[in-house]
């Protein structure tokens, strides 16, 4: 009796570490996002004012390094900030930075002459917009604050034009990761209206 009930709490020990093995296993899924342009930006494209032979090179986009990675980073406070394992980037953070960026300007000027650098020898920019990111993060449910300066220079790179500093800050509606990268993609597009605003006054 003694070794059957021995056993049979073996059995029962033998059971509970399985379980507990497999619900240490399990993971929840990763979920990948991406910043985007804004639908209504469509609506907002004015009557040709630019000269659509000029092109405009976006970058280098400079990033913290805190930044510069695959997880999604968000603040809890003013000296500490949070990686999410199973919220990431589905590309490289500052690479669709610089991407939509280079969009938002090509819909809001509007010309297709737009490239993100580094560009190839076949284009030849008659601005150069640099950027240097200090900040881009937010709370999940609270703001999201994009803190960046900026320059269009000449397309040698040697006579700057224009230099900007701005602080965008965008609501996030909901405590989610979906509403968290929608305010990322608000906040640059701001800044995108900002940047356009700046280059159309030089194009005059």
């Given at each position: 009796m003694?070794?059957?009930?021995?056993?049979?709490?073996?059995?029962?020990g033998f059971?509970?570490?399985?379980?507990?093995?497999?619900?240490?296993?399990?993971?929840?899924?990763?979920?990948?996002?991406?910043?985007?342009t804004?639908p209504?930006?469509q609506?907002?494209?004015?009557?040709?004012v630019?000269?659509?032979?000029?092109?405009?090179?976006?970058g280098?986009?400079?990033?913290?390094?805190?930044?510069?990675?695959p997880?999604?980073?968000?603040?809890?406070s003013?000296?500490?900030?949070?990686?999410?394992?199973?919220n990431r980037?589905?590309?490289s953070?500052?690479?669709d930075?610089?991407?939509v960026?280079?969009?938002?300007?090509?819909?809001l000027?509007?010309?297709?002459?737009?490239?993100?650098?580094p560009?190839?020898d076949?284009?030849?920019p008659?601005?150069?917009?640099k950027?240097?990111v200090?900040?881009?993060d937010g709370?999940l449910?609270e703001?999201?604050v994009?803190?960046?300066?900026?320059?269009?220079?000449?397309?040698?790179?040697?006579n700057t034009?224009?230099v900007r500093?701005?602080?965008?800050?965008?609501?996030?509606?909901?405590?989610?990761?979906e509403?968290?990268?929608?305010?990322k993609?608000?906040?640059l597009?701001t800044?995108?209206?900002?940047?356009?605003?700046?280059l159309?006054?030089?194009?005059?």
């Open positions: 003694k070794n059957r009930a021995r056993f049979g709490n073996m059995g029962w059971l509970f570490m399985v379980f507990f093995i497999a619900a240490c296993s399990s993971t929840p899924p990763v979920a990948y996002y991406t910043l985007n804004l209504e930006m609506q907002e494209i004015p009557a040709a630019m000269d659509n032979t000029i092109a405009i090179g976006v280098p986009v400079e990033f913290p390094k805190f930044l510069d990675r997880q999604i980073v968000t603040r809890k003013q000296n500490q900030i949070e990686v999410s394992e199973f980037w589905a590309g953070f500052p690479g930075f610089s991407r960026l280079a969009k938002n300007i090509s819909i000027l509007p010309t297709d002459q737009v490239a993100v650098y560009w190839g076949q284009f030849s008659t601005y150069l917009v950027l240097d200090v900040q881009f709370q449910g703001t999201v994009l803190d960046v300066t900026w320059m269009v220079t000449d397309k040698e790179g040697t034009l224009v500093k701005s602080r965008v800050e965008e609501a996030v509606l909901d405590k989610t990761y509403a968290l990268v929608e305010a993609s608000n906040g597009a800044l995108s209206r900002e940047i356009v605003e700046e159309r006054k030089l194009a005059k």
